[in-house]
C-alpha cells in the first residue's frame, strides 16, 4: 500500500517552476506506484471557476491526473485557499467523478489504519479571521457568482492583486516556528488522538510530528517550492521524497 501526497504546490502559470515541481510529482515513479495520489489543496495559486482557460493551460496537468486516474489510482484533489469552486470544472474533465473534488476532510481506512487527509486549514484554530473569510469565499452566493458571472479576466486580475498583497504581507511576519508550533496545537485539538495519520497542507512548514501520548502523526510536506519533496507513506511508514 502506497500514498503519494503534496500540497501548497501554488502553480501561478503554465510551465512556471511549480508546474514543473507539480509535472515532477505526478511522472515520479514512487507516485505512479502508488495506491492513492493526494493532493492537498492550493496546488494552484489562483483556480476558481469552470473557465476553460484552465483546461487549456493546464491540460498537461489535467491529462497526467487522467492517466494516473486510468491506471486505477484513486486520486483526491482537496480545494485550499486559492483553488476553491471548481466542481464544474472537474465534470467537465470527469464526469463520473473519476478525480474526487473536495473541500471537506475525508477519513479513509487503509490496512487498519485510520487516514485523515485535507487542505489543513481547519488546524489553524485560533485564526477566526481566515475562517469567516472562507467561510463567505465557499458561500453559496459566491459559488453562484464563481460559477456564472465572473468573467476569467476579471478574475486573474483580482486574484494576482490579493496574492501578490499577501505574499508580500506574509513575508514580512512569517515565523515559521511559531506557525509549525501552532498547527502541531491545532491538529491535537481537531483531531483529538483519533487518527494514524493525518495529512494536511496549509502552513507551508515541513512538519513530521506524533502527538504526545496518541499514535497520531500529523505530516505536512511544507510549501513545495522550498520543500522540493512529498509525502509518500508505504506500509503505514512515512517518508519524504526528494524532488530534485
Known amino acids: 500500500m502506497k500514498i503519494a501526497a503534496i500540497s501548497d504546490v501554488h502553480v501561478k502559470s503554465p510551465r512556471d517552476e511549480a508546474d514543473k515541481l507539480l509535472m515532477s510529482f505526478l511522472e515520479h515513479p514512487q507516485v505512479q506506484d502508488s495506491d492513492y495520489v493526494v493532493l492537498l489543496g492550493d496546488i494552484f495559486d489562483l483556480m476558481c471557476g469552470p473557465h476553460d482557460e484552465y483546461l487549456a493551460s493546464y491540460s498537461h496537468i489535467f491529462s497526467a491526473l487522467t492517466e494516473l486516474q486510468k491506471k486505477g489510482k484513486k486520486i483526491y484533489f482537496f480545494e485550499g485557499n486559492h483553488d476553491v469552486h471548481l466542481e464544474k470544472l472537474f465534470k467537465k474533465l470527469w464526469a463520473q467523478d473519476q478525480v474526487t473534488l473536495t473541500q471537506k476532510p475525508v477519513i479513509e481506512e487503509i490496512e487498519g489504519r ?64 511559531k506557525v509549525r508550533d501552532r498547527f502541531r496545537q491545532g491538529v491535537h485539538v481537531t483531531t483529538k488522538g483519533e487518527y494514524n495519520f493525518i495529512l494536511g497542507g496549509h502552513s507551508h512548514v515541513k512538519d513530521e510530528y506524533t502527538i504526545p501520548g496518541t499514535t497520531s502523526t500529523y505530516i505536512n510536506n511544507g510549501y513545495a517550492l522550498n520543500s522540493q519533496s512529498f509525502i509518500l507513506i508505504e506500509n503505514h511508514t512515512v517518508k519524504f521524497i526528494s524532488l530534485t
Open 114 to 177: 485510520k487516514y485523515y487527509f485535507s487542505h489543513g486549514d481547519e488546524h489553524e484554530v485560533d485564526n477566526y479571521s481566515y475562517h469567516r473569510y472562507m467561510k463567505l469565499i465557499r458561500s453559496k452566493p459566491l459559488k453562484f457568482v464563481a460559477d456564472h458571472l465572473m468573467p476569467y479576466l476579471v478574475l486573474n486580475f483580482i486574484g494576482e492583486r490579493a496574492s501578490k498583497m499577501s505574499r508580500k504581507k506574509g513575508s514580512r511576519i512569517f515565523n515559521a516556528e
